[in-house]
């Protein structure tokens, strides 16, 4: 089965008109490589939460936004640090064997697998804003994230381009 593409996707939800979606497909085309969520975000037509909420809906993941979660202390020692930085992902909590982990790639399976393997956990992965994740880094976990994956890079393995 064919998942729907982002801008389909954005437009049932009501976060972008038809011609929304040609103007910013017509700039994407001029900016090669570019990803369209990224060009929707820098033309003003979305916000990076609209599209994160699309790309969950496409890869059926689903979304936490982590602004207003509480961290405790003891979330800090779930994953090692390496980990959090390197996946751009943070650990919320463990029940018995279940680790909740909010990343800005759930579907990179290598990730989870690493994760899985250091903490001897089941992951059940959410998907948040690169943006959100790296501020909750920053104000909790005391980390500088100098760069974060583009919006939707990786999620899917493909970087099929929008038509």
Not at 11 to 33: C, N
Not at 116 to 132: G, H, N
Request: hydrophobic fraction near 40%; glycine fraction near 6%.
């Amino acid at each position: 089965m064919l998942k729907k593409r982002i801008g389909e996707i954005l437009i049932e939800y009501g976060a972008v008109t038809r011609d929304q979606l040609e103007k910013a497909l017509a700039e994407q085309k001029k900016q090669s490589g570019k990803l369209l969520g990224k060009v929707l975000i820098d033309m003003g037509f979305v916000t990076e939460e609209d599209i994160v909420v699309a790309l969950a809906t496409q890869f059926n993941v689903p979304y936490l936004p982590i602004g207003n979660v509480v961290l405790n202390e003891s979330t800090d020692k779930l994953i090692p640090k390496e980990l959090i930085q390197k996946y751009l992902c943070i650990p919320l909590e463990r029940i018995g064997n279940l680790l909740t982990v909010v990343m800005a790639d759930p579907t990179n399976e290598n990730a989870i697998r690493e994760i899985e393997e250091v903490t001897k956990s089941k992951v059940q992965a959410f998907v948040a804003s690169s943006s959100e994740i790296a501020t909750v880094l920053r104000q909790h976990f005391h980390m500088d994230v100098l760069s974060t994956p583009e919006l939707g890079e990786g999620l899917g393995k493909t970087k099929e381009r929008q038509k």
